[in-house]
């Protein structure tokens, strides 16, 4: 729901990951940096995101990531918030 309410407040365009400008990829942690900084594909990154829990924790993690062309995900920028304010 979150990345849902950035894209829609930022004007971005939802499109095929292969075709994305970049990825963005929400959680919800009590970790400081949830996700890595690099992926060998797009898969890993998709399946790492998808077990952070995203349920409790005190923050959101709002990251960026970069594709290859041979689906390499490399995070450009990371942010977090509390989730309280949300």
Not at 34 to 58: C, F, H, T, V, W
Not at 70 to 80: I, P
Request: charged share 30%; hydrophobic share 35%; with cysteine.
């Amino acid at each position: 729901m979150m990345a849902t309410k950035l894209i829609a407040e930022k004007g971005w365009i939802e499109t095929n990951p292969k075709t994305a400008d970049f990825l963005l990829v929400v959680v919800r942690s009590s970790l400081s940096d949830p996700l890595n900084g690099s992926y060998e594909d797009y898969g890993e990154l998709k399946r790492d995101a998808e077990m952070q829990l995203n349920l409790i924790g005190p923050k959101f993690h709002v990251y960026l990531y970069k594709m290859d062309d041979n689906l390499r995900c490399v995070q450009t920028d990371h942010t977090s918030f509390d989730a309280k304010d949300e």
